[in-house]
Protein backbone atom coordinates (compact mmCIF):
# COMPACT_ATOMS: atom_id res chain seq x y z
CA UNK A 1 0.00 0.00 0.00
CA UNK A 2 1.00 3.43 -0.80
CA UNK A 3 -0.46 6.83 0.03
CA UNK A 4 0.29 10.15 -2.39
CA UNK A 5 -1.03 13.40 -1.47
CA UNK A 6 -2.42 16.41 -3.46
CA UNK A 7 -4.52 18.86 -4.23
CA UNK A 8 -8.41 18.27 -3.39
CA UNK A 9 -10.31 19.50 -6.72
CA UNK A 10 -13.72 17.56 -6.11
CA UNK A 11 -14.96 15.85 -3.25
CA UNK A 12 -15.96 12.91 -2.48
CA UNK A 13 -14.58 9.23 -1.54
CA UNK A 14 -14.78 6.15 -3.91
CA UNK A 15 -12.58 2.91 -4.30
CA UNK A 16 -11.98 1.67 -7.89
CA UNK A 17 -9.30 -0.02 -10.14
CA UNK A 18 -7.27 2.84 -11.87
CA UNK A 19 -7.10 3.30 -15.95
CA UNK A 20 -4.56 5.40 -17.11
CA UNK A 21 -5.56 7.34 -20.06
CA UNK A 22 -2.55 7.90 -22.69
CA UNK A 23 -3.28 10.63 -25.13
CA UNK A 24 -2.49 9.88 -28.76
CA UNK A 25 0.22 11.24 -30.71
CA UNK A 26 0.43 12.49 -34.13
CA UNK A 27 -0.11 10.18 -36.82
CA UNK A 28 3.10 9.78 -38.93
CA UNK A 29 1.42 8.77 -42.07
CA UNK A 30 -0.70 11.71 -42.57
CA UNK A 31 -0.17 12.93 -46.45
CA UNK A 32 -0.39 16.91 -47.31
CA UNK A 33 -2.38 17.74 -49.96
CA UNK A 34 -2.31 20.83 -51.84
CA UNK A 35 -3.54 23.69 -49.79
CA UNK A 36 -6.63 24.64 -51.09
CA UNK A 37 -7.29 20.87 -50.33
CA UNK A 38 -6.15 20.95 -46.70
CA UNK A 39 -8.22 24.55 -46.02
CA UNK A 40 -11.24 22.64 -47.29
CA UNK A 41 -10.19 19.82 -45.08
CA UNK A 42 -9.89 22.45 -42.39
CA UNK A 43 -12.81 23.68 -42.69
CA UNK A 44 -15.28 20.85 -43.02
CA UNK A 45 -13.68 19.62 -39.55
CA UNK A 46 -13.95 22.93 -37.64
CA UNK A 47 -17.02 22.97 -38.44
CA UNK A 48 -18.06 19.41 -37.33
CA UNK A 49 -15.53 19.98 -34.10
CA UNK A 50 -18.22 23.37 -33.33
CA UNK A 51 -21.20 21.10 -33.77
CA UNK A 52 -19.45 18.32 -31.46
CA UNK A 53 -19.01 21.27 -29.18
CA UNK A 54 -22.65 22.20 -29.45
CA UNK A 55 -23.93 18.71 -29.14
CA UNK A 56 -21.85 18.85 -25.34
CA UNK A 57 -23.11 22.22 -24.65
CA UNK A 58 -26.80 21.09 -25.18
CA UNK A 59 -26.48 17.55 -23.30
CA UNK A 60 -23.95 19.35 -20.44
CA UNK A 61 -26.30 19.25 -16.90
CA UNK A 62 -25.57 22.09 -15.54
CA UNK A 63 -24.19 25.77 -16.74
CA UNK A 64 -20.86 25.52 -15.79
CA UNK A 65 -20.05 22.72 -17.54
CA UNK A 66 -22.31 24.36 -20.81
CA UNK A 67 -20.39 27.50 -20.58
CA UNK A 68 -16.78 25.58 -20.72
CA UNK A 69 -17.86 23.82 -24.22
CA UNK A 70 -19.69 27.32 -25.52
CA UNK A 71 -16.29 28.75 -24.45
CA UNK A 72 -14.03 26.37 -26.87
CA UNK A 73 -16.87 26.38 -29.76
CA UNK A 74 -15.54 30.53 -29.55
CA UNK A 75 -12.25 29.44 -29.63
CA UNK A 76 -12.46 27.31 -32.76
CA UNK A 77 -14.67 30.57 -34.66
CA UNK A 78 -11.72 33.12 -33.20
CA UNK A 79 -10.69 35.34 -35.98
CA UNK A 80 -6.83 35.30 -35.15
CA UNK A 81 -6.90 31.78 -34.30
CA UNK A 82 -8.24 30.83 -37.87
CA UNK A 83 -5.84 33.48 -39.72
CA UNK A 84 -2.66 31.69 -37.52
CA UNK A 85 -4.14 28.35 -39.12
CA UNK A 86 -4.29 29.55 -42.88
CA UNK A 87 -0.81 30.95 -42.28
CA UNK A 88 0.98 27.62 -41.35
CA UNK A 89 -1.18 25.87 -44.21
CA UNK A 90 0.43 28.99 -46.25
CA UNK A 91 3.85 28.02 -45.27
CA UNK A 92 3.48 24.21 -46.40
CA UNK A 93 1.66 22.71 -42.99
CA UNK A 94 -1.14 19.87 -43.56
CA UNK A 95 -4.37 21.42 -41.24
CA UNK A 96 -3.53 18.47 -38.64
CA UNK A 97 -0.33 20.26 -38.27
CA UNK A 98 -1.18 23.56 -38.80
CA UNK A 99 -3.85 22.94 -35.64
CA UNK A 100 -1.35 21.05 -33.22
CA UNK A 101 1.15 23.86 -33.67
CA UNK A 102 -1.37 26.61 -33.53
CA UNK A 103 -3.08 25.29 -30.70
CA UNK A 104 0.15 24.67 -29.39
CA UNK A 105 1.15 28.44 -29.58
CA UNK A 106 -1.54 29.92 -28.13
CA UNK A 107 -1.56 27.39 -25.13
CA UNK A 108 2.26 28.36 -24.25
CA UNK A 109 1.09 31.55 -24.84
CA UNK A 110 -1.22 31.75 -22.10
CA UNK A 111 0.62 29.35 -19.87
CA UNK A 112 3.12 32.26 -19.81
CA UNK A 113 0.53 34.78 -18.56
CA UNK A 114 2.29 34.29 -15.31
CA UNK A 115 0.70 36.76 -13.46
CA UNK A 116 -3.01 35.22 -14.90
CA UNK A 117 -3.86 31.50 -13.27
CA UNK A 118 -7.17 32.29 -14.97
CA UNK A 119 -5.73 32.67 -18.38
CA UNK A 120 -3.17 30.19 -17.77
CA UNK A 121 -5.77 27.73 -16.72
CA UNK A 122 -7.81 28.18 -20.03
CA UNK A 123 -4.58 26.89 -22.25
CA UNK A 124 -6.06 23.35 -20.97
CA UNK A 125 -9.30 24.67 -23.28
CA UNK A 126 -7.55 25.19 -26.31
CA UNK A 127 -5.73 22.04 -26.05
CA UNK A 128 -8.70 20.04 -25.94
CA UNK A 129 -10.38 21.85 -28.56
CA UNK A 130 -7.90 21.60 -30.70
CA UNK A 131 -7.09 17.93 -29.71
CA UNK A 132 -11.22 17.63 -31.49
CA UNK A 133 -9.51 19.04 -34.53
CA UNK A 134 -6.75 17.20 -35.01
CA UNK A 135 -8.43 13.84 -34.11
CA UNK A 136 -11.13 14.58 -37.09
CA UNK A 137 -8.40 15.45 -39.38
CA UNK A 138 -6.61 11.65 -38.88
CA UNK A 139 -9.94 10.19 -38.94
CA UNK A 140 -9.69 8.80 -35.03
CA UNK A 141 -13.64 8.35 -33.60
CA UNK A 142 -14.07 10.80 -30.70
CA UNK A 143 -13.11 7.85 -28.50
CA UNK A 144 -15.32 6.77 -25.52
CA UNK A 145 -12.41 5.17 -23.43
CA UNK A 146 -14.43 1.58 -23.95
CA UNK A 147 -15.08 1.51 -20.03
CA UNK A 148 -16.75 -1.51 -19.04
CA UNK A 149 -16.59 -1.47 -15.04
CA UNK A 150 -16.11 1.50 -12.93
CA UNK A 151 -12.72 3.26 -12.58
CA UNK A 152 -10.55 6.14 -11.79
CA UNK A 153 -8.93 7.78 -14.31
CA UNK A 154 -5.39 8.76 -14.16
CA UNK A 155 -3.32 11.36 -16.29
CA UNK A 156 -0.44 13.70 -16.78
CA UNK A 157 -3.44 16.10 -16.82
CA UNK A 158 -6.99 16.00 -17.81
CA UNK A 159 -8.94 17.82 -20.30
CA UNK A 160 -12.99 18.54 -19.84
CA UNK A 161 -13.98 16.40 -22.97
CA UNK A 162 -11.91 13.38 -21.11
CA UNK A 163 -14.60 13.48 -18.56
CA UNK A 164 -17.86 14.24 -20.63
CA UNK A 165 -16.48 11.70 -23.38
CA UNK A 166 -16.14 8.71 -20.68
CA UNK A 167 -19.92 8.25 -20.56
CA UNK A 168 -21.88 5.06 -18.82
CA UNK A 169 -20.99 6.77 -15.80
CA UNK A 170 -18.37 4.28 -15.76
CA UNK A 171 -15.42 7.35 -14.47
CA UNK A 172 -15.90 7.60 -10.55
CA UNK A 173 -12.79 9.54 -10.04
CA UNK A 174 -9.85 11.06 -11.84
CA UNK A 175 -6.28 11.87 -10.72
CA UNK A 176 -3.70 13.90 -12.22
CA UNK A 177 -0.13 14.90 -12.32
CA UNK A 178 -0.51 18.56 -12.76
CA UNK A 179 -3.58 20.88 -12.64
CA UNK A 180 -5.93 22.74 -10.75
CA UNK A 181 -8.43 22.66 -8.86
CA UNK A 182 -9.82 25.78 -10.90
CA UNK A 183 -9.23 23.90 -14.49
CA UNK A 184 -12.33 23.54 -16.24
CA UNK A 185 -12.07 19.42 -16.17
CA UNK A 186 -12.14 20.14 -12.38
CA UNK A 187 -15.27 21.87 -12.43
CA UNK A 188 -16.54 19.77 -14.86
CA UNK A 189 -15.60 16.96 -12.28
CA UNK A 190 -17.64 18.75 -9.86
CA UNK A 191 -20.80 19.35 -11.41
CA UNK A 192 -20.68 15.82 -12.24
CA UNK A 193 -19.87 14.36 -8.88
CA UNK A 194 -16.60 13.01 -9.77
CA UNK A 195 -13.92 13.23 -6.82
CA UNK A 196 -10.79 14.31 -8.16
CA UNK A 197 -7.57 15.05 -6.79
CA UNK A 198 -4.93 17.23 -9.02
CA UNK A 199 -0.74 17.84 -8.55
CA UNK A 200 -0.42 14.26 -7.12
CA UNK A 201 3.22 14.26 -8.28
CA UNK A 202 4.33 12.10 -11.43
CA UNK A 203 5.24 8.77 -8.90
CA UNK A 204 1.84 7.26 -8.82
CA UNK A 205 1.48 7.15 -12.89
CA UNK A 206 4.17 4.65 -12.95
CA UNK A 207 2.75 0.69 -13.61
CA UNK A 208 -0.62 2.19 -11.99
CA UNK A 209 -3.08 0.66 -14.42
CA UNK A 210 -5.43 -1.56 -13.40
CA UNK A 211 -3.90 -1.53 -9.80
CA UNK A 212 -7.07 -0.72 -7.09
CA UNK A 213 -7.01 2.68 -5.32
CA UNK A 214 -8.67 4.81 -2.73
CA UNK A 215 -9.48 8.29 -3.82
CA UNK A 216 -10.48 10.61 -0.82
CA UNK A 217 -11.11 13.77 -2.64
CA UNK A 218 -11.69 15.54 0.40
CA UNK A 219 -8.63 15.42 1.83
CA UNK A 220 -6.41 14.41 -1.31
CA UNK A 221 -5.35 11.34 -0.72
CA UNK A 222 -4.78 8.47 -3.35
CA UNK A 223 -4.05 5.22 -1.74
CA UNK A 224 -2.51 2.99 -3.94
CA UNK A 225 -2.85 -1.15 -3.75
CA UNK A 226 -4.76 -0.38 -0.14
CA UNK A 227 -4.38 -3.21 2.09
CA UNK A 228 -7.84 -5.47 3.20
CA UNK A 229 -8.20 -3.08 6.61
CA UNK A 230 -7.58 0.28 4.35
CA UNK A 231 -10.39 -1.09 1.67
CA UNK A 232 -13.04 -1.97 4.34
CA UNK A 233 -12.70 1.43 6.35
CA UNK A 234 -12.97 3.02 2.77
CA UNK A 235 -16.00 0.59 1.89
CA UNK A 236 -17.50 1.42 5.55
CA UNK A 237 -17.17 5.60 5.26
CA UNK A 238 -18.90 5.29 1.36
CA UNK A 239 -21.74 3.40 2.88
CA UNK A 240 -22.08 6.28 5.77
CA UNK A 241 -21.73 8.85 3.20
CA UNK A 242 -24.94 7.56 1.62
CA UNK A 243 -26.60 7.18 4.39
CA UNK A 244 -26.29 11.32 5.14
CA UNK A 245 -27.65 11.59 1.33
CA UNK A 246 -30.86 9.59 2.80
CA UNK A 247 -31.00 11.93 6.25
CA UNK A 248 -30.56 15.11 3.83
CA UNK A 249 -33.82 13.79 1.99
CA UNK A 250 -35.50 13.95 5.44
CA UNK A 251 -34.35 17.46 6.17
CA UNK A 252 -35.91 18.49 3.02
CA UNK A 253 -39.04 18.17 4.77
CA UNK A 254 -38.59 19.65 7.43
CA UNK A 255 -39.48 23.41 7.96
CA UNK A 256 -36.61 25.99 7.54
CA UNK A 257 -36.41 26.91 11.18
CA UNK A 258 -33.09 26.42 13.75
CA UNK A 259 -33.55 24.09 16.83
CA UNK A 260 -35.22 27.03 18.91
CA UNK A 261 -37.19 28.60 16.31
CA UNK A 262 -35.37 31.50 14.13
CA UNK A 263 -36.86 31.21 10.63
CA UNK A 264 -34.92 31.36 7.31
CA UNK A 265 -35.12 31.52 4.10
CA UNK A 266 -33.06 29.57 1.45
CA UNK A 267 -33.09 30.99 -2.23
CA UNK A 268 -31.24 29.18 -5.26
CA UNK A 269 -28.89 30.97 -8.03
CA UNK A 270 -29.53 30.23 -11.13
CA UNK A 271 -28.05 30.84 -15.01
CA UNK A 272 -31.92 30.37 -16.27
CA UNK A 273 -35.06 28.66 -16.38
CA UNK A 274 -33.52 25.11 -17.30
CA UNK A 275 -32.24 24.59 -13.98
CA UNK A 276 -35.00 27.09 -11.50
CA UNK A 277 -37.53 23.96 -11.59
CA UNK A 278 -34.47 21.70 -10.20
CA UNK A 279 -33.05 24.50 -7.60
CA UNK A 280 -36.84 24.02 -6.60
CA UNK A 281 -37.18 20.34 -6.35
CA UNK A 282 -33.90 20.73 -4.10
CA UNK A 283 -35.83 22.25 -1.64
CA UNK A 284 -35.07 26.36 -2.88
CA UNK A 285 -38.19 28.62 -2.21
CA UNK A 286 -37.74 30.55 -4.79
CA UNK A 287 -34.56 32.60 -6.73
CA UNK A 288 -32.06 34.76 -4.94
CA UNK A 289 -30.17 35.27 -7.82
CA UNK A 290 -30.04 34.91 -11.99
CA UNK A 291 -27.08 35.56 -13.33
CA UNK A 292 -27.99 37.68 -16.58
CA UNK A 293 -24.78 38.65 -18.27
CA UNK A 294 -25.03 35.06 -19.21
CA UNK A 295 -27.33 35.96 -21.63
CA UNK A 296 -25.02 38.14 -23.27
CA UNK A 297 -22.44 35.07 -23.83
CA UNK A 298 -24.68 34.12 -26.61
CA UNK A 299 -22.75 36.63 -28.95
CA UNK A 300 -24.09 39.73 -28.07
CA UNK A 301 -27.29 40.96 -26.22
CA UNK A 302 -30.89 39.90 -26.47
CA UNK A 303 -33.09 42.44 -27.89
CA UNK A 304 -35.88 43.89 -25.20
CA UNK A 305 -38.93 41.36 -26.73
CA UNK A 306 -35.87 38.54 -26.16
CA UNK A 307 -35.03 39.16 -22.48
CA UNK A 308 -38.44 39.77 -21.72
CA UNK A 309 -39.62 36.07 -22.64
CA UNK A 310 -36.22 34.71 -20.98
CA UNK A 311 -37.24 36.72 -17.60
CA UNK A 312 -40.70 35.70 -17.92
CA UNK A 313 -39.99 32.33 -18.39
CA UNK A 314 -37.96 32.29 -15.30
CA UNK A 315 -40.90 33.87 -13.62
CA UNK A 316 -42.93 30.71 -14.69
CA UNK A 317 -40.45 28.10 -14.00
CA UNK A 318 -40.46 29.17 -10.59
CA UNK A 319 -44.20 28.93 -10.42
CA UNK A 320 -45.08 31.89 -8.55
CA UNK A 321 -41.85 31.66 -5.76
CA UNK A 322 -40.27 34.82 -5.69
CA UNK A 323 -37.23 35.66 -8.35
CA UNK A 324 -34.72 38.20 -8.26
CA UNK A 325 -32.37 39.28 -11.56
CA UNK A 326 -29.47 40.87 -11.11
CA UNK A 327 -28.78 43.16 -14.35
CA UNK A 328 -25.81 42.70 -16.30
CA UNK A 329 -22.41 42.18 -14.66
CA UNK A 330 -20.51 42.45 -17.19
CA UNK A 331 -16.39 43.27 -17.08
CA UNK A 332 -14.72 41.31 -14.41
CA UNK A 333 -15.30 37.74 -15.17
CA UNK A 334 -13.53 36.31 -17.92
CA UNK A 335 -16.66 35.26 -20.13
CA UNK A 336 -18.28 38.61 -20.43
CA UNK A 337 -14.69 40.54 -20.05
CA UNK A 338 -14.60 40.58 -24.03
CA UNK A 339 -17.71 42.86 -24.12
CA UNK A 340 -16.28 45.35 -22.66
CA UNK A 341 -13.34 47.72 -23.52
CA UNK A 342 -9.70 46.38 -21.99
CA UNK A 343 -9.09 47.75 -18.83
CA UNK A 344 -5.46 47.12 -17.05
CA UNK A 345 -7.23 45.82 -13.98
CA UNK A 346 -10.73 44.94 -14.61
CA UNK A 347 -11.92 43.40 -10.91
CA UNK A 348 -11.86 47.43 -10.05
CA UNK A 349 -12.72 48.87 -13.65
CA UNK A 350 -15.90 49.60 -15.65
CA UNK A 351 -18.02 46.43 -14.12
CA UNK A 352 -21.27 45.67 -12.61
CA UNK A 353 -23.21 48.67 -12.67
CA UNK A 354 -20.88 51.38 -14.16
CA UNK A 355 -20.45 48.98 -17.42
CA UNK A 356 -24.27 49.62 -17.67
CA UNK A 357 -24.01 53.42 -16.98
CA UNK A 358 -21.43 53.76 -19.65
CA UNK A 359 -23.94 51.71 -22.14
CA UNK A 360 -27.38 53.02 -21.73
CA UNK A 361 -28.91 51.50 -24.86
CA UNK A 362 -28.13 48.03 -23.94
CA UNK A 363 -29.15 49.01 -19.96
CA UNK A 364 -32.07 50.31 -21.21
CA UNK A 365 -33.30 47.32 -23.23
CA UNK A 366 -32.84 45.13 -20.31
CA UNK A 367 -34.26 47.68 -17.83
CA UNK A 368 -37.56 48.12 -20.32
CA UNK A 369 -37.48 44.00 -20.25
CA UNK A 370 -37.36 43.69 -16.34
CA UNK A 371 -40.37 46.18 -16.15
CA UNK A 372 -42.33 44.36 -18.72
CA UNK A 373 -41.54 40.68 -16.86
CA UNK A 374 -41.88 42.39 -13.60
CA UNK A 375 -45.67 42.72 -14.92
CA UNK A 376 -45.98 39.16 -14.98
CA UNK A 377 -45.26 37.78 -11.41
CA UNK A 378 -43.00 38.30 -8.10
CA UNK A 379 -39.83 39.99 -9.61
CA UNK A 380 -37.38 41.84 -8.41
CA UNK A 381 -34.29 43.47 -9.62
CA UNK A 382 -30.41 43.49 -7.81
CA UNK A 383 -28.14 46.36 -8.84
CA UNK A 384 -24.49 44.80 -9.04
CA UNK A 385 -21.96 46.91 -8.00
CA UNK A 386 -22.77 49.82 -6.53
CA UNK A 387 -20.56 51.68 -4.43
CA UNK A 388 -22.19 55.11 -3.93
CA UNK A 389 -25.39 56.87 -4.44
CA UNK A 390 -24.76 59.05 -7.18
CA UNK A 391 -24.24 55.55 -8.86
CA UNK A 392 -27.68 54.85 -7.51
CA UNK A 393 -29.16 58.21 -8.78
CA UNK A 394 -28.00 57.71 -12.03
CA UNK A 395 -29.26 54.07 -12.41
CA UNK A 396 -32.84 55.45 -11.09
CA UNK A 397 -33.36 57.83 -13.84
CA UNK A 398 -32.46 54.94 -16.44
CA UNK A 399 -35.19 52.97 -15.05
CA UNK A 400 -37.51 56.27 -15.08
CA UNK A 401 -36.06 56.95 -18.73
CA UNK A 402 -37.14 53.16 -19.04
CA UNK A 403 -40.21 53.94 -17.95
CA UNK A 404 -41.33 56.54 -20.13
CA UNK A 405 -40.56 54.80 -22.74
CA UNK A 406 -43.00 51.81 -21.97
CA UNK A 407 -45.73 54.38 -21.34
CA UNK A 408 -44.91 56.32 -25.20
CA UNK A 409 -45.25 52.84 -26.31
CA UNK A 410 -48.06 52.08 -24.45
CA UNK A 411 -46.72 48.50 -23.16
CA UNK A 412 -47.90 47.32 -19.64
CA UNK A 413 -45.44 47.02 -16.76
CA UNK A 414 -44.41 47.02 -13.22
CA UNK A 415 -44.85 50.57 -12.12
CA UNK A 416 -43.01 49.49 -8.61
CA UNK A 417 -40.85 46.90 -9.56
CA UNK A 418 -38.53 46.54 -6.56
CA UNK A 419 -35.16 47.50 -7.19
CA UNK A 420 -32.09 46.76 -4.36
CA UNK A 421 -28.34 46.52 -4.43
CA UNK A 422 -25.74 44.39 -3.87
CA UNK A 423 -23.28 45.31 -0.70
CA UNK A 424 -20.39 43.38 -2.63
CA UNK A 425 -17.72 46.63 -1.53
CA UNK A 426 -16.65 47.90 1.36
CA UNK A 427 -17.59 51.45 0.61
CA UNK A 428 -21.07 50.25 -0.23
CA UNK A 429 -21.55 48.55 2.99
CA UNK A 430 -20.19 51.44 5.30
CA UNK A 431 -22.98 53.65 3.26
CA UNK A 432 -26.17 51.24 3.42
CA UNK A 433 -28.07 53.58 4.92
CA UNK A 434 -28.36 56.22 2.52
CA UNK A 435 -29.85 53.78 0.09
CA UNK A 436 -33.23 53.53 1.51
CA UNK A 437 -34.54 56.69 1.75
CA UNK A 438 -33.53 56.95 -2.06
CA UNK A 439 -35.67 53.92 -2.34
CA UNK A 440 -33.56 51.18 -1.90
CA UNK A 441 -36.29 48.37 -1.45
CA UNK A 442 -33.74 45.39 -0.20
CA UNK A 443 -29.69 44.51 -0.18
CA UNK A 444 -27.79 41.33 -1.12
CA UNK A 445 -24.59 40.47 0.58
CA UNK A 446 -22.49 39.93 -2.09
CA UNK A 447 -20.01 37.67 -0.02
CA UNK A 448 -17.71 36.71 -2.70
CA UNK A 449 -16.61 40.09 -3.91
CA UNK A 450 -16.67 41.63 -0.53
CA UNK A 451 -14.32 39.28 0.73
CA UNK A 452 -12.00 40.45 -2.58
CA UNK A 453 -12.57 43.49 -2.42
CA UNK A 454 -12.33 44.45 1.53
CA UNK A 455 -9.26 41.70 1.81
CA UNK A 456 -7.43 42.67 -1.79
CA UNK A 457 -7.52 39.64 -2.52
CA UNK A 458 -8.20 38.61 -6.23
CA UNK A 459 -11.16 35.69 -5.68
CA UNK A 460 -9.65 33.47 -8.52
CA UNK A 461 -6.08 33.43 -7.72
CA UNK A 462 -5.32 30.50 -5.61
CA UNK A 463 -1.93 32.12 -4.04
CA UNK A 464 -4.03 34.95 -2.45
CA UNK A 465 -6.76 32.26 -0.14
CA UNK A 466 -4.76 32.80 2.92
CA UNK A 467 -6.12 36.73 2.73
CA UNK A 468 -9.39 35.90 1.33
CA UNK A 469 -10.82 35.65 4.14
CA UNK A 470 -14.99 35.09 4.51
CA UNK A 471 -15.07 34.94 8.61
CA UNK A 472 -12.96 37.76 9.49
CA UNK A 473 -13.38 40.30 12.25
CA UNK A 474 -13.57 42.90 8.96
CA UNK A 475 -16.41 40.72 7.39
CA UNK A 476 -18.17 40.32 9.90
CA UNK A 477 -17.53 44.57 11.03
CA UNK A 478 -18.93 45.21 7.89
CA UNK A 479 -22.49 42.35 7.67
CA UNK A 480 -23.23 44.19 11.16
CA UNK A 481 -23.51 47.07 9.79
CA UNK A 482 -25.23 46.22 6.68
CA UNK A 483 -27.83 44.18 8.78
CA UNK A 484 -28.03 47.47 11.05
CA UNK A 485 -29.01 49.84 8.10
CA UNK A 486 -31.43 47.16 6.94
CA UNK A 487 -33.15 47.17 10.20
CA UNK A 488 -33.48 50.89 10.66
CA UNK A 489 -34.63 51.37 7.53
CA UNK A 490 -37.10 48.23 7.77
CA UNK A 491 -36.28 46.48 4.32
CA UNK A 492 -34.96 42.65 3.74
CA UNK A 493 -31.55 41.54 3.95
CA UNK A 494 -29.97 38.43 2.24
CA UNK A 495 -26.67 36.76 1.57
CA UNK A 496 -24.70 35.43 -1.64
CA UNK A 497 -21.84 33.95 -2.18
CA UNK A 498 -19.68 30.25 -2.05
CA UNK A 499 -18.54 30.61 1.27
CA UNK A 500 -22.12 30.32 2.93
CA UNK A 501 -21.73 26.47 1.51
CA UNK A 502 -19.67 26.22 4.55
CA UNK A 503 -22.27 25.90 6.52
CA UNK A 504 -20.17 27.57 9.46
CA UNK A 505 -20.48 30.67 7.40
CA UNK A 506 -24.14 30.44 6.81
CA UNK A 507 -24.54 30.51 10.79
CA UNK A 508 -22.20 33.38 11.45
CA UNK A 509 -24.80 35.58 9.14
CA UNK A 510 -27.61 34.00 10.62
CA UNK A 511 -26.48 34.92 14.22
CA UNK A 512 -25.81 38.65 12.57
CA UNK A 513 -28.85 38.64 11.49
CA UNK A 514 -29.34 37.52 7.67
CA UNK A 515 -32.47 35.49 7.57
CA UNK A 516 -32.28 34.54 3.74
CA UNK A 517 -29.79 33.12 2.37
CA UNK A 518 -29.43 32.82 -1.88
CA UNK A 519 -26.92 29.32 -2.83
CA UNK A 520 -26.37 27.30 -6.29
CA UNK A 521 -28.83 23.98 -6.01
CA UNK A 522 -26.85 21.15 -4.97
CA UNK A 523 -26.14 22.59 -1.12
CA UNK A 524 -29.29 23.78 -0.31
CA UNK A 525 -30.08 20.56 1.63
CA UNK A 526 -26.69 20.40 3.75
CA UNK A 527 -26.73 24.40 4.79
CA UNK A 528 -30.36 23.73 5.56
CA UNK A 529 -29.33 20.53 7.79
CA UNK A 530 -26.63 23.03 9.70
CA UNK A 531 -28.76 25.53 9.94
CA UNK A 532 -32.16 23.52 11.54
CA UNK A 533 -30.25 21.96 14.29
CA UNK A 534 -28.23 24.76 15.41
CA UNK A 535 -29.26 27.09 18.18
CA UNK A 536 -28.08 30.38 19.51
CA UNK A 537 -25.59 27.90 21.67
CA UNK A 538 -24.37 26.45 18.67
CA UNK A 539 -24.35 29.94 16.60
CA UNK A 540 -22.25 31.51 19.57
CA UNK A 541 -19.62 28.26 19.69
CA UNK A 542 -19.57 28.80 15.75
CA UNK A 543 -18.51 32.21 15.81
CA UNK A 544 -16.58 32.31 19.16
CA UNK A 545 -13.49 29.78 17.08
CA UNK A 546 -13.77 32.17 14.06
C1 LIG B 1 -20.94 37.84 -4.98
O1 LIG B 1 -20.13 38.73 -5.25
O2 LIG B 1 -21.02 37.30 -3.87
C2 LIG B 1 -21.87 37.34 -6.02
C3 LIG B 1 -22.85 36.52 -5.75
O3 LIG B 1 -21.65 37.77 -7.29
P1 LIG B 1 -20.64 37.12 -8.34
O4 LIG B 1 -20.00 35.92 -7.70
O5 LIG B 1 -21.46 36.78 -9.53
O6 LIG B 1 -19.69 38.24 -8.57
MG1 LIG C 1 -20.42 39.87 -7.10
Not at 215 to 228: H, N, W, Y
Not at 376 to 392: A, N
Not at 499 to 520: D, N
Amino acid sequence: MKVFSGVCASPGLVIAPLRRLYRASPTLSRIIEEPHQERARLEASLALAREELQNLEDTAGDQGSKDIFFFQSCLLEDEGFLDDLQACIEDGAGAACAVEQTGRKNADRLRALQDNEYMQLRAADILDACRRVVDILDGRPHRKPSLDHPVILACEMLLPSDLVNGANGMIRGAVTVQGSPQSHAAIIARSMGIPGIVRLGPDFLEDCDGHIAILDGDVGTLTLDPTPEARQDAVRRICAAQAKTDTLDAVRALPCRTRDGQPFTLWANCFGPEDISAALDAGAAGVGLVRSEYLLMQGGAPDEQAQTDFYAACLKAAGGAPVTVRTFDVGADMTTRPLADPEPNPELGLRGIRFCLAHPDLFEAQLCALLRAGHEGPLSVVLPMISCTEDWARTMSCVEHAKNSLRRRGIPFAEDLAFGITLETPAACLEASLFPPLGCRFFVLGLNDLVQYTHAADRNVSLLSPYYQTGSPAIRRLIAMSVEAASAANIPISANGLALEKPEISLMCLLQGIHQFSLTAQHILTVKQALVSADSGTLARVTSVM
